[in-house]
């Protein structure tokens, strides 16, 4: 993965207070050799843009359940624009219909994951986002 790790900002978006899922993940990203900053539950997008602002990380996964990811998500892609962050890939898990991936790819989002997704693909989804990156 590279000289430094991975940096990667784990968040959960809106009212969702299932974290669970968020905390694997966090888990299995650090077993794979990434730094992982966890900003817990209830974090509003200009929250989350703040965060990877000041914690300087090369993605943000953001965890969501609670249906709101067609309204949440494009608010924070465009908090993340404001603070001059739109390179910093954006990947989401959780709960979204496979009629909305596409709104969401178009918003911004690099990949989305769904239930059941593995860990593993998760890690190496990470892994060639940023090595795609920091080919361009």
């Known amino acids: ?30 077993d794979a050799g990434m730094e992982v900053v966890y900003t817990g539950l209830r974090q509003t997008p200009a929250m989350i843009a703040e965060a990877a602002l000041h914690e300087d990380v090369n993605v943000v996964g953001i965890s969501i359940l609670s249906g709101a990811h067609n309204t949440l998500l494009p608010t924070l892609m465009d908090k993340l624009r404001e603070q001059n962050l739109a390179h910093i ?17 178009d918003a911004g989002v690099s990949a989305v ?14 892994a060639n986002v940023i090595e795609s990156d920091l080919q361009d």
Request: glycine residues 14%.
């Open 113 to 126: 994951f769904g239930p059941g997704t593995l860990t593993s693909d998760i890690v190496t989804s990470i």
């Open 89 to 105: 890939p954006v990947i989401v898990g959780g709960i979204v219909p496979d009629c909305d991936v596409n709104t969401l790819m």
């Open 1 to 30: 993965m590279g000289k430094h790790p991975i940096r990667v900002l784990i968040a959960k978006l809106g009212l969702d207070g299932h974290d669970r899922g968020a905390k694997i993940i966090a888990r299995s990203l650090r």
